[in-house]
């Protein structure tokens, strides 16, 4: 029964290819790290146990590829997520500028039932590499200011500000999976009741 107790949370990572989004999933995960790049093939997947408030969930991460060829499985992978980890280089102006499109892309696939108010968390890695003052933080804050996303900054190398962003989505996640799970259960409630008062409205004894 403690199984079905724990919230099952997806987590979608994307970001422009070479942002370090499978590293820094591996790291939270893993506590691993690895300078050999890679790119990811369609989408990975991994899972770890956490605590958020009181309750235990299972965080569920799904690590998107970075490029075109492999946007039209969006759809498929975005649906039913509840929180989405937007990932730029902070040494990248074009991953940085590339963020609208990532967002606006993950919701026209996602088609989230409350668009507005979907949970969103940036993060800007590579802190470690000394040009990383191409974006700066205050560049990066105004422009989650104006999403209404949160936003952290950090590096998968040097395993720093890690767990923070996946900690936020994953308590952004939570909230969205209650208030959607709450409403889907009143909605099958009152369908549950209609027949009933039906009949009653229809009996001629």
Same mark, same amino acid.
């Given at each position: 029964?403690?199984? @079905?107790?724990?919230?099952?949370?997806?987590?979608?990572? !994307?970001?422009s290819s070479g942002v370090g989004k499978s590293s820094?999933?591996? $790291? /939270?995960?893993?506590?691993? /790290?690895?300078?050999?790049?890679?790119?990811?093939?369609?989408?990975?997947?991994? =899972?770890? +146990?956490?605590?958020?408030?009181?309750?235990?969930?299972?965080?569920? !991460? @799904?690590?998107?590829?970075?490029?075109?060829?492999?946007?039209?499985?969006?759809?498929?992978?975005?649906?039913?997520a509840h929180c989405c980890l937007l990932l730029f280089?902070?040494? =990248?102006?074009? =991953?940085?500028?590339?963020?609208?499109? @990532?967002?606006?892309? /993950?919701?026209?696939?996602?088609?989230?039932?409350?668009?507005?108010?979907?949970?969103?968390?940036?993060?800007?890695?590579?802190?470690?590499?000394?040009?990383?003052?191409?974006?700066? &933080?205050?560049?990066?804050?105004? @422009? %989650?200011?104006?999403?209404?996303?949160?936003? /952290?900054?950090?590096?998968?190398?040097?395993?720093?500000?890690?767990?923070?962003?996946? &900690?936020?989505?994953?308590?952004?996640?939570? $909230?969205? &999976?209650?208030?959607?799970?709450?409403?889907?259960?009143?909605?099958? $409630?009152?369908?549950?009741?209609?027949?009933? +008062?039906?009949?009653?409205?229809? %009996?001629? %004894?």
């Amino acid at each position: 029964m403690a199984e @079905w107790n724990k919230a099952q949370l997806k987590v979608i990572l !994307i970001g422009s290819s070479g942002v370090g989004k499978s590293s820094f999933m591996n $790291q /939270f995960v893993n506590h691993r /790290f690895s300078s050999l790049y890679r790119a990811t093939v369609g989408a990975d997947f991994l =899972s770890k +146990e956490i605590t958020v408030g009181h309750r235990l969930v299972v965080l569920q !991460i @799904w690590d998107t590829a970075g490029t075109e060829r492999f946007q039209s499985l969006g759809s498929a992978l975005y649906r039913g997520a509840h929180c989405c980890l937007l990932l730029f280089d902070v040494t =990248s102006a074009a =991953s940085f500028s590339a963020l609208s499109t @990532w967002l606006q892309e /993950f919701l026209l696939q996602a088609d989230p039932p409350d668009p507005t108010n979907f949970p969103f968390v940036v993060v800007g890695n590579k802190t470690d590499l000394e040009n990383r003052e191409v974006v700066s &933080y205050k560049q990066a804050v105004t @422009w %989650c200011q104006e999403v209404g996303a949160e936003y /952290f900054e950090g590096s998968a190398k040097d395993d720093v500000n890690v767990d923070k962003p996946f &900690y936020a989505a994953a308590k952004a996640a939570l $909230q969205h &999976y209650k208030k959607h799970t709450e409403e889907n259960i009143g909605s099958i $409630q009152m369908l549950s009741k209609q027949p009933e +008062e039906t009949r009653r409205e229809s %009996c001629t %004894c």
